[in-house]
C-alpha cells in the first residue's frame, strides 16, 4: 500500500493543543529550566492573519508575543519555524485553488526572502518578494 502524503491543510490539524513544556536542557536559544510554549499551527495562523498590511515582523518576534501570551519564557524556535512553514504552504496552496489574496493567511508579512523558512518554500521565493514588494515591505 502506497504511503498518501498529508496535504498542507491536513498538516494545520486543529485538533492538536498547544503545550507548556519545562526544558530540561539548553538548546538554540532557550536555557535549561524554563518554560516552552510548543504552540500549534493554528495559533502560528492566527498570529500572522493578525499582522496589519504593510508590516512586517519576523519569527523572533512571533516566538517572543506567542510566549508572553501564554505564559512562557520562551516558544519553541524549532516547531515554531515548522509551523510557520505549514501554515505558508497552506496559504499558497489555497492561493493556487483560486481563494482570493484578501482571504488566505498573509504569511509573506512574516518571512523574510533571506530566512531558512523561505529557502524551503515548496514554491519558492517568486510569490513571497512579489507580495512584499506589493505591500512595502524590505524585499
Known sequence: MAYKRKTWAEKMNPHIAHKIEITNKTFADV???V???IATPTI???YVRHIPKGTATNLQQMRKDLAAEYHAAYACPITSGLFLRIVAEKAYEEHQQGKPLSEITPFWRIIDLKSNTAKRLSFGTDFLAAQREKEGLPV
Open 44 to 46: 502560528v495562523d492566527d
Open 35 to 37: 518554560k516552552m510554549l
Open 31 to 33: 536555557p535549561e529550566g
